[in-house]
């Protein structure tokens, strides 16, 4: 699969990179982040357009921040992306320091069982998703929506990635393994072939009632109410068994560029619509291998270099920005920026930043091996 290059999206404009700023979410973002949930495509269960929800969410989001944290637990950061130069804030990104820290956080398990008898001299692989709740100790990547209008730029990339500039800094606060789950496949009507095979058959709702009950409440009830055994996939649907482990076709971009970061293919999948959960060790992420300190000098716009574009990070903790600039040094090692990007950033001269590439190399599809 083709990794992603930012730097060369056709049609990418200078204000695209130079005037948007990821942050922690305030309070004064709730009615933004509540459009943004609104417009999620498709919705997602862990980002519900409910206004209790996503004001409790904010609150957690600011607690954390608040907070001296030691090791990963019940902890949940949300970011916003905002573009200065329209003043509005266009997507939103959270983590989850521990996935089940809460609720057990489940998903189905891709195995593979042997049925054979020597008398009849018959031997049978069967595929079967069995309900496992081994997710439960990483850290989840969870919760994005992007205003349609950035889509295909550097806004996506930096709303994605910015996340992992935040957990270089703080690796205390995050478990060795991050996860990243995806919607899956819905057909060309909205309905979800995996939900409408298995689910439907145990709940009296359609996708789209369960996946918002869930949001409202949690994924929790569902592995009350699904059957405890393993689910024989020739048992499925065609239209089933075809939709396990795919992406819903608009996070294809975003699923491609998180396999070129470092992630790969679980064998988990989630229990509503069977979309696939990546998993990264945190030594094996391109982002936070490849980041580095850099003392911050100030000059004018006008006379800075071209260079390649990277993600550039203050290192305050409430108070985290994360922008796109120019990966220009002196010989010296310090980055060049103007004073509009210092300022975006809230760096004086001197003070150090971290820098990590923009681009990602092109990777192939695969599955990670520990899971095989």
């Known amino acids: 699969m083709r990794g992603i290059d930012p730097a060369t999206r056709a049609g990418e404009t200078a204000r695209e990179a130079g005037q948007l700023l990821v942050r922690p979410a305030q309070a004064s973002d709730l009615g933004a982040i509540e459009r943004l949930a609104s417009s999620a495509t498709p919705r997602l269960t862990n980002l519900p ?21 030691d090791f990963p637990g019940d902890e949940s950061y949300t970011f916003v992306l905002e573009d200065r130069e329209i003043g509005e804030i266009v997507g939103t990104a959270t983590i989850r320091a521990q996935a089940g820290a809460q609720d057990v956080y489940y998903t189905y398990r891709q195995e593979t069982l042997i049925h054979a ?9 069967v595929q079967t998703l069995s309900l496992s709740h081994e997710m439960s100790e990483v850290s989840l990547l969870c919760a994005l929506s992007l205003d349609a209008r950035y889509r295909g730029t550097s806004a996506a990339s930096l709303l994605r990635r910015a996340r992992l500039m935040f957990i270089a800094q703080y690796p205390e606060r995050f478990a060795d393994t991050l996860g990243v789950a995806f919607p899956g496949y819905l057909d060309e009507s909205g309905a979800s072939p995996f939900w409408d095979s298995v689910g439907r058959h145990f709940f009296n709702h359609g996708y ?5 009950l869930a949001g409202v409440r949690s994924k929790s009830f569902i592995a009350e109410v699904m059957p405890q055994f393993p689910l024989y996939l020739p048992l499925l649907t065609p239209q089933a068994r075809s939709a396990i482990g795919r992406e819903h076709p608009a996070h294809e971009p975003a699923l491609g560029e998180m396999l070129a970061e470092g992630f790969v293919r679980s064998r988990h999948v989630d229990i509503f619509d069977a979309g696939p ?53 002196t010989p010296t090692g310090q980055l060049l920026l103007s004073e509009a990007q210092a300022e975006l950033l809230g760096v004086e001269e001197g003070r150090a930043v971290l820098v990590a590439p923009l681009a990602l190399p092109d990777v192939e599809d695969a599955l990670d091996e520990g899971d095989l």
Do not use: K
């Not at 904010?58 to 944290?69: D, G, K, P, Q, Y």
């Not at 008898?117 to 692989?125: D, G, I």
């Not at 789209?208 to 918002?212: F, V």
């Open 49 to 69: 357009a409910h206004r209790d929800r996503l004001e409790e969410r904010i609150a957690r989001s600011c607690r954390a921040l608040s907070h001296n944290v």
């Open 117 to 125: 008898s020597q008398q009849l001299n018959l031997r049978h692989e």
């Open 208 to 212: 789209h009632e369960i996946n918002q």
């Open 277 to 329: 959960v990546l998993r990264g060790e945190r030594a094996r992420l391109r982002t936070l291998n490849h980041c580095g300190w850099h003392p911050v000098r100030i000059r004018p716009a006008a006379s800075l270099p071209d260079a390649e574009p990277a993600m550039v990070a203050n290192q305050r903790l409430a108070d985290f920005r994360c922008t796109v600039a120019r990966y220009a040094l």
